[in-house]
């Protein structure tokens, strides 16, 4: 049901049932790393290629949350995912192997949001009973079709981010144990004018604030609502200006206001810049790690904003500027009045 | 694109001014003079091997120590330490021809997927090609310079 301009409350308060995540080596020895389900320490997972190893670790993460959800790949009535990749080829040749109908989006890494929304709408009108909302990237493919050859030497600045190598996967239904999901906020493209692709902590942060102002706006919580907010992949560089353009906006946030990115890696690991980023990289930390917190009953209500940078080479070649999305999740905990 | 959105980049830019790391231009610096001179001592080291154990002219020894390089570069990049010690040394591991090396092999290493001919093949080049592009520009103009200058 949309309440407000751009968000829509979930009445029938459909459930993550079941999450999982499929995590590199890299990601598994931050600070997160016994958070997620399997960490793979070959970054080819014994494929022949990057692009079928980032494949594999979609289907374990699919497969992983079906099952934690106590259910098969039968039962799951829709896939919603997408991926980096040119023609979202994870998404689209893992839906090969699971067999599922596929609604195959893209928003770069706002993907994981926008898959849990949807498969959330989609329960909440009845149109799916379980749907598979996931995402993936590795950090291999994505130097490829973003970057230079993986092993190219180029010296990469410090606003740099290191794209995650990881799956996430979580099955939305009714229920009864599970976080539920309550809103979704859907987020308007922003440009505010960055150019370099390096710089996409600063490119994303507008976009991540206006989706932000427009979720409080719209339900009409505020800040002391909620017990977390996550955004996307913003890091280092790119969360403390979303903080100050809140500031600006009103929105006065603590250390209960956090990045994805910056939670994904410890800040001395080697090659890891300002932080994680890709939709691997909002949706292991929200899967694997925020919503095992309110399942562990430390938080009430958290708000999740998946960003993405909606460029492609062709574009930053061109000279054009990076547009930028964010759509928020709201999440909450069974005993919530 | 509207004129608010015009006026809201403009702003945004200038809110940035200071908010974001600067690339460490001297630190960067330092570490290419090291690592540049490095490699070049390197290269100085092979080509005396050459000059003392083969009996080669200097001019002679210069075309064997680039290659020897080149592999070195080459299987450096291909055990995968290549691009971290780039990370570290920055223009001092691009500059020398061990850059173009790495530059080359890199760009071969990940299109080994698509194939020979499509994927090494065509794309081998992909990030070095400009440089010799720009190099043969270069090197015509340059030589056009000299011709009319001795000649006219």
């Given amino acids: ?337 | 694109m509207s004129a608010q959105l015009g006026t809201r980049q403009k702003q945004y830019q200038q809110f940035l001014k200071g908010r974001q790391p600067a690339r460490p231009v001297l630190k960067n610096s330092l570490r290419a003079f090291l690592a540049g001179g490095a490699i070049c001592l390197l290269g100085q080291g092979i080509q005396e091997l050459f000059v003392h154990y083969f009996h080669m002219s200097e001019k002679m020894a210069g075309n064997p120590t680039v290659a020897v390089l080149i592999m070195i570069s080459a299987i450096f990049t291909g055990l995968g330490f290549y691009d971290m010690f780039s990370q570290w040394a920055g223009a001092g591991s691009a500059v020398p021809v061990t850059g173009f090396a790495n530059a080359v092999t890199s760009a071969a290493l990940e299109h080994k997927t698509e194939g020979y001919v499509v994927g090494i093949g065509s794309n081998m080049f992909k990030v070095a090609g400009p440089v010799i592009v720009f190099g043969v520009v270069a090197a015509f103009f340059v030589g056009l310079a000299r011709y009319l200058i001795l000649h006219l």
């Fill in chain 1, 1 to 337: 049901m949309l309440i407000g301009q751009q968000t829509w409350e979930f009445t029938s308060r459909p459930r993550v049932l079941g999450t999982g995540t499929a995590v590199g080596e890299k990601e598994g020895a931050g600070p997160l790393g016994t958070e997620f389900d399997l960490v793979f320490t070959d970054p080819y997972l014994g494929q022949e290629s990057w692009e079928k190893a980032e494949r594999k670790l979609l289907e374990q993460a699919q497969e992983m949350a079906v099952q934690k959800a106590g259910l098969s790949m039968e039962s799951v009535d829709v896939s919603i995912s997408g991926d980096l990749l040119p023609h979202i080829i994870s998404a689209n040749f893992a839906a090969r192997t699971n067999g599922k109908p596929l609604l195959g989006i893209y928003s770069a890494c706002a993907t994981s949001m926008e898959a849990v929304a949807l498969s959330a709408l989609l329960v909440d009108a009845r149109a799916a009973k379980y749907a598979l909302a996931s995402t993936s990237s590795h950090n291999s493919t994505a130097e490829r079709v973003f970057r230079y050859p993986t092993e190219y030497g180029g010296q990469k600045p410090p606003t740099a981010h290191c794209t995650v190598t990881g799956a996430g996967a979580a099955v939305i239904g009714h229920g009864i144990n599970g976080p539920i999901v309550r809103y979704a906020t859907i987020g308007k493209v922003l440009d505010l004018g960055v150019k370099s692709p390096w710089e996409m902590g600063a490119a994303m942060a507008p976009a991540a604030t206006d989706t932000i102002v427009a979720h409080f706006r719209d339900t009409g919580l505020t800040v002391n609502d909620y017990d977390f907010i996550a955004t996307g992949d913003l890091a280092r560089v790119g969360h403390p200006i979303a903080r100050e353009l809140l500031k600006h906006q009103g929105i006065e946030l603590d250390e209960r206001f956090s990045d994805c990115g910056i939670l994904m890696y410890h800040e001395d690991q080697p090659e890891v810049f300002s932080g994680g980023s890709g939709p691997a990289c909002c949706a292991c930390v929200t899967f694997g790690h925020l919503l095992r917190r309110i399942q562990r009953g430390e938080w009430k209500r958290i708000l999740v904003v998946a960003t993405g940078a909606l460029l492609s080479t062709v574009s930053a070649q061109q000279s054009e500027t990076i547009p930028c999305i964010a759509h928020a999740v709201t999440f909450e905990a069974e005993n919530l009045s």
